[in-house]
């Protein structure tokens, strides 16, 4: 609290009334999010959940700015977005690497676009290697993308944002096409990174329990169109293996309120799974 | 036998094969020129023998290394320009689905007419010599260049561009970084076809006005009655029609990593 940036705008990334649809030529427009807002602390993990197509994407779109809101707007330390931020990172489903770069030329592009701060080659070289040490890949520099597994690839597209030394990381489930072990590992990766750049982040998942293991603030989008319904507070430390129990009750508590949120909407197939 | 020696041992098998066939191809050959060769006394300068003793003497002596880099240098020139015109039009055509649309009927109903028909009006318009040459030869490349590119542009990633767009890539950045290397696959697939559709069509069209080049050569034998040396133009120009086209093939696999396409 000491900091005067962070006594100016204590929220890093700042959502306010967003209000967002999708046009429809002939059909009425789909009104996906009405009057949304968000907080997020400086090294605030906080994960979003809510039934499929509630707009939990869209908001992530809008978010990393590569989508304007109907109404509302969204700030970065106080500033108002217009277009993506450079100390904004986006990790999608799909590591979406490209396949005709190796690991560390994937790791290391959007480096060097004209809207990114400049770096001098020495500075660059270090950034691309301390990502891919971060997540382990330093064995397999040259290899491509085409012979990369799942969580491999995945990897890869967290060290390409990390590399940008993001302050805010933006990311749509990013281990739900991972095996259960994997999906284990990376959870871990991603909770020591962002304690350990005290960088802050924005997880849409549709896993309870992985918002229950990263997150520090829990919310839940629902109705139609989508708006806040829900919000938890965990303060359990980390790792939270160990005090999984004392989560249990919350847990029950998220399942109610997205049950209740299902029943006023459609039903969604991944939450049923992740229900039972 | 073990996983290792199974390729290993299908592709000297493939090339054992290969070799086979063009042993099978010279014995239907020496065939064909004795069967020939009961009714035109001339045919035995059109045999295996004559020609490649002939062949010999004229590389020996360098006599058909002018008209060789001649018609190699066609054949580049041509696909430059061709590569020049056909990639930007293809990205501009898989790119817009109005441009796709209303050039599609023009360009199926181009890309059927023989280039060949344009000559008469080629000579007309640039005179004799090598613009013609050049004219003719960019027509047929460009048509399997633009529908390659076009192809290539159409199933680019979306996922990519949202990747550059929230990098804040500018537009040529998105084009240099992301669409030039997502299509360069299938530019290089245009460029292959593009090479051997030139090929075919050089000789018939060196064959108007010129005083180099293998067609030229052609033409020139028939009229010193050097059939010997008419012969070996031919396993020439197939031998190196072979050779460019396995190079377009090496380029394709050198620049293109799996999975790219
Ligand atoms: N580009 C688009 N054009 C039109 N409608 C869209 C578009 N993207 C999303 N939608 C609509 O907006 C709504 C919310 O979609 P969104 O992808 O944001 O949901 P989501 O919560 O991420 O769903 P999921 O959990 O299945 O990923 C859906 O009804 C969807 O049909
Ligand atoms: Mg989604």
New binding site residues.
């Given amino acids: 609290m000491s900091k005067p940036t962070t006594m100016l705008h204590p929220a890093v990334l700042e959502a306010s009334h967003i209000a967002l649809s ?1 046009g429809h030529a002939g059909r009425a427009t ?1 009104v ?1 999010l009405r009057d949304f807002s968000l907080q997020l602390k400086a090294g605030e993990v906080v994960a979003v959940l ?1 039934p ?7 908001l992530l779109r809008v978010l990393a700015g590569l989508q304007t809101p109907d109404n509302g707007g969204v700030r970065v330390h106080g500033e108002s977005l217009r277009g993506p931020h450079p100390r904004v990172g986006l990790v999608f489903q799909d590591p979406c690497l490209l396949p005709w770069l190796t690991l560390e030329q994937n790791v290391g592009f959007g480096l060097d676009f004209r809207h990114q701060p400049v770096l001098d080659a020495k500075t660059r070289r270090e950034r691309v290697r301390d990502a891919i040490t971060e997540v382990d890949l330093q064995h397999a520099l040259g290899h491509y993308p085409s012979e990369l597994s799942g969580g491999m690839a995945q990897r890869v597209a967290l060290a390409r944002c990390l590399a940008r030394q993001p302050e805010i990381l933006l990311l749509d489930e990013p281990f739900s096409a991972l095996d259960e072990i994997t999906r284990g590992d990376m959870q871990t990766l991603l909770q020591q990174i962002t304690a350990r750049h005290k960088t802050a982040a924005v997880l849409v998942t ?1 896993d309870i329990d992985e918002a229950l293991v990263l997150a520090d603030r829990i919310v839940l989008l629902g109705g139609q169109p989508g708006g806040l319904i829900g919000e938890w507070r965990i303060e359990q430390p980390h790792p939270r293996d160990a005090v999984a129990a004392e989560l249990t009750r919350v847990r029950v508590e998220i399942v109610q309120a997205l049950r209740e949120a299902r029943r006023a909407g459609s039903p969604p197939a991944e939450l049923q799974r992740a229900v039972a | 036998m073990n996983a290792t020696s199974i390729p290993l041992h299908r592709s000297s098998a493939r090339i054992g094969l290969s070799l086979f066939g063009l042993f099978v191809l010279l014995v239907l050959w020496s065939l064909g020129i004795h069967v020939l060769g009961k009714s035109m006394p001339l045919a035995g300068a059109l045999s295996p023998g004559d020609t490649f003793h002939s062949l010999y003497d004229l590389l020996a002596r360098n006599e058909l290394t002018r008209h060789t880099l001649t018609s190699l240098k066609r054949v580049m020139v041509s696909l430059l320009a061709a590569l020049a015109l056909g990639v930007p039009i293809g990205v501009a055509v898989g790119s817009s689905r109005a441009l796709d649309s209303g050039t599609s009927g023009a360009f199926q109903f181009l890309r059927m007419i023989s280039p060949l028909s344009w000559m008469p009006i080629a000579v007309m318009i640039f005179g004799i010599g090598d613009s013609p040459i050049y004219f003719l030869l960019t027509i047929t490349a460009v048509w399997p260049i633009i529908l390659n590119t076009s192809a290539g542009v159409r199933q680019l990633n979306p996922r990519w561009l949202l990747l550059a767009r929230s990098l804040s890539a500018t537009r040529g950045e998105i084009l240099w970084r992301i669409v030039v290397p997502g299509i360069l696959g299938h530019v290089l697939t245009g460029v292959r076809v593009a090479i051997g559709m030139i090929w075919i069509l050089l000789i018939p069209c060196e064959m108007l006005g010129v005083s180099s080049g293998l067609g030229y050569f052609i033409l020139d034998t028939r009229d010193r009655l050097a059939y010997s040396e008419l012969m070996a133009a031919i396993v020439l120009i197939g031998a190196l029609g072979f050779l460019l086209d396995a190079l377009a093939q090496r380029l394709h696999r050198h620049w293109v990593p799996a999975g790219t396409d």
């Fill in positions: 999708y789909n996906v809510g499929s197509g509630v707009g939990k994407s869209s549709h």
